[in-house]
C-alpha cells in the first residue's frame, strides 16, 4: 500500500469549483457575439425603413446601435476566460454534527469532588 504524503492526503478539492471546459468558453462568446450581431443588422434595417418613412431624426436612434453594437461584440468576443476565484481552491469542509458524548458528559471532565455522585465515597464523607 502506498501512503500519499500528508500535505496531499489532507487537502481536497470541490469539483464545482473547476473552470468550464475551453470549448464551452468559446461556444459561449460565439453565441454571444452572434446575437449581438444579429440585433446589429435588426437595428440597421431599422433605420433604412424609418429613413424610408421619412421619420426624421427617430431614424437615428437605431443607426446609433447599429455603429456601435459592433464594438462591444467584439470585446466581449475576445475577452478570453472569465477570471476564477484569486484565492484558488477551497479545501472540502464538510459539515459534520458534533461528537455525540453520550448522556451524563455535559459537565467537565477532572477530579471528582467529594459528596457528588461518582466519587465512589459516602456523601458528606471527609468534610469536617
Same mark, same amino acid.
Request: proline share 10%.
Given at each position: ?19 468550464k ?22 437595428c ?19 443607426a ?49 469532588v467529594?459528596? /457528588? ?9 471527609? /468534610?469536617?
Amino acid at each position: 500500500m502506498r501512503v500519499l504524503p500528508k500535505s496531499r492526503r489532507d487537502t481536497t478539492h470541490l469539483v464545482t469549483e473547476a473552470r468550464k471546459p475551453r470549448s464551452e468558453d468559446i461556444a459561449y462568446r460565439e453565441r454571444r457575439y452572434l446575437i449581438m450581431m444579429g440585433f446589429r443588422l435588426a437595428c440597421f434595417g431599422l433605420t433604412i425603413v424609418l429613413f424610408a418613412a421619412g421619420a426624421g431624426w427617430f431614424a437615428a436612434i437605431p443607426a446609433v446601435g447599429a455603429i456601435t453594437i459592433p464594438y462591444f461584440a467584439v470585446v466581449f468576443a475576445n475577452g478570453g476566460r472569465e477570471p476564477t476565484s484569486t484565492r484558488g481552491f477551497r479545501a472540502y469542509e464538510p459539515k459534520l454534527p458534533e461528537r455525540y458524548s453520550g448522556p451524563g458528559h455535559d459537565t467537565p471532565s477532572g477530579p471528582p469532588v467529594a459528596g /457528588q455522585p461518582g466519587d465512589g465515597g459516602v456523601p458528606g464523607a471527609g /468534610q469536617e
